[in-house]
């Protein structure tokens, strides 16, 4: 693997983002490029790891949907968009959506993946927010078009759901039996069962409606990827001595572009907590308090477990006096 020089802007992830069944998605040729992987070896990589791919993360796209997408290039990339060895590719291209392209970086688990994925994540931001301020120039009819193929999708993902709820039952029995030792290291143990560790952390965050307290002092960019799926206007507070000044934490590069991407981030020391801990909605009837074996960046490379603690209120002292700390700066 070669990795790419240059990290990509948002303006050049941009043009690489389409509209193929109702969402945004990028194609495993562009991701490969942003990547510094060869298309065939990114491919690989996702197939020794399918099980974190559902359809809903990544999907093949159809000859018509190919159709779709070279209508959405611009003029200077359709030449030769789908050209490759021996006049054009052997296979029909995969399409990543927004989750799948933030769990791709996880597998591919190189450094440039995970400062590439940060331009991804922050572009499809700003896309969302353009589709929302300008809402008011869809049409009625193609209001009414999107509602009647909503419902139609909803119908069908109801029936689906139904039938797909009792053969999953029998595939976790099964999939709990062909577990490799090298998968359970991507696993921890949340709510008494195993889980991949990425998609817990991000579950446990996007609980909280008012805030987001982390107590860890072994913090980096996968743990702010993880934070970034939260909901809009959560408050995210960091109590961490960051490695204690070691390499490879958190840099005031990553935190700045975080506080501008993701409002609100606040730093302080941590002076009192050996254990990891996370903390939502803090002083809220909504309070949910959780005791982490190991730090959100190294979760799953050994066995750990998240353990709810239901009597909230013995940290509270130890959080009041993290609170009257003076900010850190990083």
């Known amino acids: 693997m070669e990795e790419t020089k240059e990290l990509i802007t948002t303006d050049d992830i941009r043009s690489k983002v389409y509209i193929i069944r109702g969402q945004q ?3 495993d040729k562009d991701l490969a490029e942003i990547y510094g992987y060869e298309v065939k070896k990114l491919n690989q990589q996702v197939k020794r790891n399918i099980e974190r791919f559902p359809e809903d993360f990544m999907f093949r796209l159809s000859n018509s949907e190919i159709d779709s997408v070279r209508s959405q290039i611009v ?3 359709k030449k030769d968009f789908f050209a490759g ?3 054009g590719r052997r296979y029909l291209p995969y399409a990543f959506t927004e989750q799948g392209i933030y769990m791709l970086a996880t597998v591919l ?6 400062q590439q994925s940060i331009f991804i994540m922050r572009t499809f931001r700003e896309m969302r927010h353009y589709i929302r301020q300008n809402q008011q120039f869809v049409t009625r009819n193609e209001m009414d078009l999107l509602t009647a193929k909503v419902g139609t999708i909803t119908e069908r993902q109801n029936r689906m759901e139904n039938k797909v709820d009792s053969i999953q039952k029998d595939v976790n029995i099964l999939a709990d039996n062909f577990i490799t030792d090298k998968d359970k290291k991507n696993f921890v143990i949340y709510k008494g069962q195993k889980l991949e560790a990425d998609i817990a952390y991000i579950e446990i965050y996007q609980q909280a409606k008012k805030s987001i ?5 072994y913090m980096n960019a996968k743990s702010l990827q993880h934070l970034s799926q939260k909901a809009d206007g959560v408050e995210v507070v960091l109590f961490t001595e960051n490695g204690k000044g070691g390499k490879g934490f958190l840099t005031k590069s990553l935190v700045t572009d975080f506080q501008n991407e993701y409002p609100s981030l606040q ?3 941590n002076s009192d907590c050996h254990d990891r801990l996370i903390v939502l909605d803090y002083g809220e009837e909504t309070e949910l308090v959780y005791h ?7 979760a799953g490379k050994k066995l750990c477990a998240i353990n709810q603690i239901t009597e909230t209120a013995i940290i509270h002292p130890v959080i009041d006096r993290l609170l009257l700390l003076p900010d850190k700066q990083i």
Request: a neutral charge.
């Open 85 to 87: 060895q021996e006049g």
């Open 109 to 114: 688990r190189g450094k440039l993946a995970e």
């Open 75 to 77: 003029t200077s990339r």
């Open 25 to 27: 998605v990028m194609l």
């Open 292 to 298: 982490c074996g190991a730090s959100s960046k190294d």
């Open 213 to 217: 307290y982390v107590v860890d002092d």
């Open 267 to 269: 730093i302080k020391p």
